[in-house]
């Protein structure tokens, strides 16, 4: 052997012998850059939980509590009912304005032939029952064969419309004024009716 290949091979073999390994005892490197698989890049995102239906998990809250519901029924109290009285004097009030009016605008004509008698006209000042007592009076007291138009062109006009709208609101005016046992409380004043103030400016 010549002494430049025996130099060689002696320079070459200084590391292992200063680290205390050979070349076969040297750990595996990383794979090559060539081995490794190539990262493919996502073409679209992937699809949203929501959108398939599938809803995310959410975790229940710990203040969240179920409280059984209140079925007690309101307090009762002997009072008046102020939501009646107002429905009701409303009522009476649209119902007695056209009766005094038809009754001053027919009172020239009561008691003349062809006119109502002065008891069918001015019955009709009563307010709650005026129209119901003329109406039924009126064809009572006819003469012989005019009841049917009477009735027909008095009677039912004045009950059906002026009659039942004073009954009504008469009726609730007093059922409301009475005192007797009512609900009290946040859900019953709820019901009460309040109406705005006049405003004067």
Known sequence: MSAPRTLCLVLSALPCLATGRSHAEEPPGPPAQADAPALVPLSRPLPDPLRYGVAPRVPPSAALSLQPLDDSPPPLTLRRSPRRMKIGGLLLGIGYAPAVALALALSPQAGEPGGPSLVSNYTLLIPGVGPIVSGIYAPATSPPGTAGRVLTSWTLPLVLTLGLLQGTGAALLIDGAVPALRPTG???????????PWRTD
């Open 186 to 196: 946040p859900a019953a004043d709820s019901l009460d009716l309040h109406f705005p």
